[in-house]
């Protein structure tokens, strides 16, 4: 049977209702139709019906392109009076509706239910930018074997509604507005040497997060096409809402290894105290934002206050389909409306996770829900959606050789509604079984101690870069796009103490071989993903990072890495040691969840890491939805604890330097936190 007579068969418990506006805002409704009308396809609860409702014409709060002008989205509460509508079960009974109204919207109901459309089908692209270097193009380095692709890391929306997106690979940033579709793109330049993963913008500022937030101001006309950014010289440090915005999505100051590897880092956090969240607000100032989660873990409260008089503004109650992941206040725009940033992960890695932005209402009532569309095919970025002052939702969407920057759809949902997404394809319990376990390596018991121990000793390694291991200037040019070989952190460090050891593709080794290399005269880093390995290079890529703080003496790649793991029923079960494995492109060493619910990781990464290896910090749901799955080394013992006492294991002493010294440089940077406790 073809979709079309489907879609017809199923009409037959399908409610129409066709709306001027967006006055059909009934339960689970979805926006469809063509210019200048919203139609919604209602399900029949009387008549067992569970119809889509999907749609077009709007995506967010503003008109796509080309379309006449809607009438406003109300606000608040949506009035109990609804529009007349009428039902296939009305017209067998007799009932003649106006003839035009019903087939109009059965023609586009039926159009909509054959396409099959998700929320997804909502989504409006609205600039798309090409590889290149060009006013309208970004740096894109596509992905390769055991290289995950290499672009724009951040998207963030200003006060004045315009986008920035960073450009790192170009050096710069692109500012650009999004409502605009042949809107000139300004170019602003970033420092030298200054490769940064994450930016906010705040009171005329462009913040970005190099390691730390540093604040840049811009140079040259306002109008110019091209502009400068220069570091500014105010001695003050970044206040509670800068760095809770970089910390949203995982721009952070981490804690010492000595307290990761505290026992009491293992498990997921089960605290009920609520952690405090700080937000400088486009509708209502400056507001902190009080989340708890719920005693079944699937649920949260979000209390939020004027932060200068503590009066309370909502207390936003939501609840996903099975656990619940970060729970990030974004904003207030200005509306009013509130929007919010969760996740569901399911306690079956078989069963997909999935990314939200819910929003409500002025008087904290959930009305819409934003499916963010996190695929396989979406390459990893760390700031990926952006809230405008007027209730855009817009997505940072990298693929190959392409970047799109897309305007999400919403689905209208019930102010209790379960936080889910429809579109996901769902597993029984049989069909969710995992596979079990592959080759076992032919290696010595290794406990979860010594892989966090020796993953720390690639990470906090100090070592001297000499001119041997810096290479001439100009450097090699890679192919595939114009990027030099040296990974950017070394980039103006030479004859310098730097930290970390270096990525470099196709390279392997254990930490005492790089260090002799090193001594050797060998050049330091490989960042040239598209070209052949080289030989004469110093470091470790993904995998072999991972494989070395496994205490393999062989290279495993992320292709071949599931041979040698067994896959975990349930993301929540990962433990320190453990990794995120994306075969045949990328793979991340587990350390922890975080007290917010987001895995923090060490990997050794091109983009995310700027050329070396470094611990970051992730929305568990955007790894998972990208198609990493959670793995354990089966040589690894099933330890429930990672003891601090790693720092008396006289037989990894070559690490114990580099950790003490993480561990001081950590302490120093204690002072404040960007997350509060009560």
Aim: glycine fraction near 8%; charged fraction near 20%; aromatic fraction near 6%.
């Amino acid at each position: 049977m073809n979709a079309l007579a489907q879609s017809m068969i199923s009409l037959r418990h399908t409610d129409i209702r066709l709306d001027r506006g967006d006055l059909a805002n009934g339960p689970r409704s979805r926006r469809f139709g063509f210019p200048g009308f919203d139609a919604t396809a209602h399900s029949s609860p009387a008549l067992g019906g569970e119809g889509p409702q999907v749609g077009i014409g709007r995506w967010g709060n503003s008109l796509l392109p080309g379309t006449p002008p809607h009438v406003p989205f109300p606000q608040g509460r949506r009035k109990s009076a609804r529009p007349p509508f009428v039902s296939l079960a009305h017209m067998r009974a007799g009932i003649r509706p106006n003839i035009a109204f019903v087939s109009v919207a059965l023609a586009a109901a039926i159009l909509t239910l054959a396409a099959g459309r998700s929320a997804e089908a909502e989504n409006a692209v609205v600039k798309r930018f090409s590889n290149g270097t060009a006013q309208n193009s970004v740096g894109i380095v596509d992905a390769r074997e055991d290289a995950p692709q290499d672009g724009p890391q951040a998207i963030y929306a200003a006060d004045d509604g315009s986008l920035y997106l960073l450009d790192q690979l170009n050096g710069r940033v692109l500012r650009f507005n999004a409502r605009t579709a042949d809107a000139p793109v300004q170019s602003l330049e970033l420092p030298e040497n200054m490769r940064p993963t994450d930016i906010i913008v705040r009171r005329g500022s462009v913040y970005v997060w190099d390691g730390a937030p540093q604040a840049l101001a811009p140079t040259g006309r306002d109008d110019a096409p091209v502009r400068g950014l220069t570091r500014t010289r105010s001695a003050e440090a970044p206040d509670d809402f800068t760095l809770s915005a970089f910390a949203q999505m995982g721009s952070q100051t981490l804690d010492s290894p000595a307290e990761l590897l505290g026992e009491h880092t293992r498990a997921i956090p089960v605290s009920r105290k609520p952690a405090r969240q700080f937000v400088a607000s486009r509708g209502r100032g400056s507001v902190t934002a009080d989340v708890t989660i719920g005693e079944r873990l699937n649920s949260a409260q979000v209390e939020v206050r004027e932060q200068a008089s503590n009066t309370e503004i909502a207390k936003l109650r939501l609840r996903v389909h099975d656990r619940i992941g970060v729970v990030e206040f974004l904003e207030i725009d200005n509306g009013g409306r509130m929007f919010v940033l969760t996740e569901n992960i399911p306690n079956n890695s078989k069963r997909a996770a999935a990314a939200f932005v819910v929003r409500f209402s002025p008087q904290g009532v959930q009305e819409s829900i934003y499916d963010i569309p996190l695929q396989q095919s979406v390459a990893l970025s760390r700031r990926f959606i952006a809230i405008s002052p007027d209730g855009d939702v817009y997505f940072l969407r990298s693929r190959k050789s392409e970047v799109d920057v897309v305007g999400v759809g919403s689905r209208n949902v019930r102010p209790t509604a379960v936080i889910d997404n429809p579109a996901l394809s769902r597993f029984t319990a049989s069909e969710a079984g995992i596979a079990g376990k592959g080759a076992i390596a032919a290696v010595r018991p290794l406990t979860r101690q010594q892989v966090v121990q020796t993953a720390f000793g690639f990470e906090g390694l100090q070592w001297r870069l000499a001119p041997a291991n810096y290479g001439p200037d100009p450097d090699t040019t890679c192919t595939g796009f114009n990027r030099i070989r040296r990974p950017g952190y070394l980039s103006g460090k030479l004859n310098q103490e730097v930290r970390g050891v270096p990525y470099c593709w196709g390279c392997h080794g254990s930490l005492n071989q790089f260090r002799a290399r090193i001594a050797d005269g060998m050049l330091a880093g490989n960042v040239c993903t598209h070209n052949n390995p080289r030989t004469d290079v110093a470091g470790v890529d993904c995998s072999a990072f991972v494989s070395a703080a496994w205490g393999l003496a062989n290279h495993f790649t992320t292709a071949a890495i599931p041979a040698i793991t067994t896959e975990l029923t349930n993301a929540w079960d990962l433990q320190p040691g453990d990794a995120l494995n994306k075969p045949g492109t990328h793979v991340m060493l587990f350390l922890r969840f975080t007290p917010d619910r987001k895995a923090e990781v060490m990997e050794s990464s091109t983009g995310g890491c700027n050329g070396r290896v470094c611990r970051n910090v992730y929305p568990l749901a955007s790894l998972l939805a990208r198609g990493f799955k959670p793995v354990r080394f089966n040589a690894l013992q099933d330890q429930t604890v990672v003891a601090a006492a790693a720092f008396n294991d006289d037989k990894s002493a070559g690490n114990k330097d580099a950790m003490h010294k993480v561990a001081a440089d950590s302490q120093e940077q204690r002072g404040r936190r960007h997350r509060k406790h009560k």
